[in-house]
């Protein structure tokens, strides 16, 4: 049988039912638009906290490299020993602060639930059916009561 363009499928029940293409396309942007502003959010997010985190290894590194050997502010200081020094330490601290810079951001990440503000596509080309709440069976004291429905975990 051969699928018409813009005919709707019969849809199970208990499934989600397809939305309509004009609506299919709004909440496609409208996904879009809110997947790319929490990404915006994490870079800046990550931005300021590498940049907090890692400023000292590089402004060691900064000075290190611009002043060694040729600045004459810069040797009225330090010699270039004193700036070869600087560029060591740079280095050796940048691999530490890089770990606790990206362990402080994956935690301020689970803290503000950001990776539960991304929308998946699937929600834009499908509706969700509402469902009525399952009732719940009130027990009589003394006795037990039995699930009806769903998984029982002994």
């Known amino acids: ?39 915006a959010f994490n870079l800046v997010l990550l931005a300021l906290v590498l ?3 890692l400023l000292p290894a590089v402004t060691m590194l900064g000075f290190g490299f611009l002043c060694h050997s040729q600045a004459p ?4 200081h330090l010699r270039d020993p004193g700036f070869t020094a600087l560029l060591v330490t740079g280095f050796l601290l940048l691999v530490p602060l890089l770990v606790l810079a990206l362990a402080s951001y994956r935690r301020l990440c689970l803290r503000l639930h950001l990776a539960d503000c991304l929308v998946p596509y ?10 009525p709440p399952v009732q719940q069976i009130r ?13 029982v975990w002994v």
């Open 122 to 131: 699937s929600r834009a080309l499908y509706r969700r059916r509402h469902t």
């Open 139 to 151: 027990a009589s004291p003394g006795s037990q009561a039995v699930p009806t429905s769903g998984k």
């Open 51 to 53: 940049g907090t985190i």
């Open 1 to 39: 049988m051969a699928d018409v363009l813009g005919a709707q499928r019969p849809v199970p029940s208990g499934s989600p039912e397809p939305r309509d293409p004009l609506d299919c396309w709004a909440c496609a942007v409208l996904v879009t638009a809110q997947n790319l502003l929490v990404a």
């Open 73 to 76: 502010p810069c040797t009225a």
